[in-house]
């Protein structure tokens, strides 16, 4: 692969650099890798963090230009993002925050949700990131279309959250899971990754954080909270509720390894027959000092 190189060569060194530059863009295509101090272009630091940025991510919309060929990427509806994203995850918001805080917090995450498609994929691996997550979003929109990963570590992914975005792959308009909803997945997830602050909240010294989720659950939070919205989108009653729930248990297993499957079906059985599941959800997934004995507070 040859890489265009702008930038002016160091007095101090005979040697072409763009050797180096070239090795150190196969490997970020190939890995995602790349060290934060760019040591191998020249000049003062955001020299080299202007040129690297023009190097590596301009090489990875090249690749993923060339992978994607002339795939078909799956259809967009001719639908209001922010009015599909309000619909999926308002009985959500709603069953997590108090009145007051609800509406805020609507206003906000309906606006969090960006599907990766042909005409935003090159505005999105170049805009100011890390180059990792550039890299991951390179791969999420490979595998939307069926094309080639970068990588043999690449993930194959569908979604995914960075403190307050989602990206979501057009796969989700066409995933027939009667328990997946990638949208309400990855907005589950801004509720730990963002504080309080952030959505013009107040804060106090034992909630700073929207919601607080156990490190070590904030996936199965996540999964609960995917499963329980699809219960409730299509059942009307606590005995189809209750019918979901065991329909999951027998017929879903999340192939997360940092998930407890049979957790999750159990979260689940339990939520689909109290009045808030929602809160029953955040409660299962809180902090180990907020649970009260073997009772889950609600």
């Not at 191998?40 to 040129?51: D, H, I, T």
């Not at 690297?52 to 090249?62: E, F, T």
């Not at 001719?78 to 959500?92: D, F, G, H, Q, Y």
């Not at 917090?105 to 990792?132: A, G, H, W, Y």
Request: aromatic share 10%; glycine share 6%.
């Amino acid at each position: 692969m040859s890489i265009a190189y702008t930038g002016p060569t160091s007095r101090d060194d005979d040697q072409q650099p763009s050797t180096t530059i070239e090795c150190t863009v196969a490997h970020y295509l190939r890995t995602g890798e790349s060290d934060f101090l760019y040591p191998a272009w020249p000049g003062s630091f955001f020299e080299r963090a202007n040129l690297a940025h023009q190097n590596l991510r301009g090489a990875l919309v090249r690749e993923v230009g060339r992978r994607a060929g002339g795939r078909t990427p799956h259809p967009f509806p001719n639908i209001s993002l922010e009015e599909l994203t309000r619909a999926k995850v308002e009985p959500m918001v709603r069953g997590l925050f108090s009145r007051e805080e609800c509406d805020v917090v609507l206003d906000k995450v309906e606006r969090s949700v960006v599907f990766l498609t042909r005409d935003n994929i090159e505005q999105l691996l170049m805009q100011p990131c890390f180059d990792s997550l550039a890299w991951t979003l390179a791969n999420l929109y490979l595998a939307s279309l069926g094309a080639p990963l970068l990588g043999p570590n690449a993930p194959n992914l569908v979604g995914l959250s960075e403190e307050n975005i989602c990206y979501v792959s057009t796969q989700y308009f066409s995933d027939d899971d009667p328990f997946a909803d990638f949208i309400v997945h990855e907005v589950a997830h801004i509720f730990h990754n963002c504080k309080r602050t952030t959505f013009g909240l107040r804060a106090t010294r034992n909630k700073e954080w929207l919601l607080d989720i156990d490190f070590r659950k904030r996936e199965t939070f996540a999964y609960s909270c995917e499963a329980y919205a699809r219960i409730l989108e299509r059942a009307k009653s606590t005995t189809e509720r209750r019918t979901l729930a065991q329909e999951y248990a027998r017929a879903s297993s999340v192939s997360d390894e940092r998930v407890d499957s049979a957790e999750v079906s159990g979260i689940i059985r339990e939520a689909a027959v109290v009045r808030n599941g929602w809160k029953f959800i955040l409660a299962r997934c809180a902090p180990a000092r907020h649970h009260f004995g073997n009772s889950v507070a609600i």
